[in-house]
């Protein structure tokens, strides 16, 4: 079960990093991807570290969002500098697996005021 966290309203240009907190014997090789969803559209990927620990990010972010993982303490952040109006949306953390059954935990809203 993954936990995201961190979220909230900020004003554009500025910072949040976001926590994906997990239990679970198999986190530390697991794939993770942050996706979002804002309201009337789909989950859509943001960034995504794989097992060997490559990291790629969406587009949209390149530049302005990192991804990083803390094994010891089984937790993926989402560094997100520079923000923009467009990138409010509730964002979610998911791994391979439950992506493909389309199963989702509780997300958390970032919020970004112009």
């Known amino acids: 079960q993954l936990q995201a966290s961190g979220g909230g309203l900020v004003q554009a240009g500025e910072s949040l990093r976001l926590s994906c907190a997990a239990s679970?014997?198999?986190?530390?090789?697991?794939?993770i991807g942050w996706y979002r969803q804002a309201p009337g559209k789909q989950h859509g990927l943001v960034a995504y570290?794989?097992?060997?620990?490559?990291?790629r990010c969406a587009d949209s972010v390149k530049g302005r969002f990192t991804i990083s993982r803390d094994n010891a303490k089984n937790t993926v952040y989402l560094q997100m500098n520079s923000l923009k109006p467009e990138d409010t949306a509730v964002y979610y953390c998911?791994?391979?697996?439950?992506?493909?059954?389309?199963?989702w935990g509780q997300g958390t809203l970032v919020t970004v005021s112009s």
């Open positions: 998911n791994t391979d697996r439950n992506y493909a059954f389309n199963l």
């Open positions: 679970g014997s198999t986190f530390s090789i697991d794939a």
């Open positions: 570290i794989g097992r060997g620990g490559s990291t």
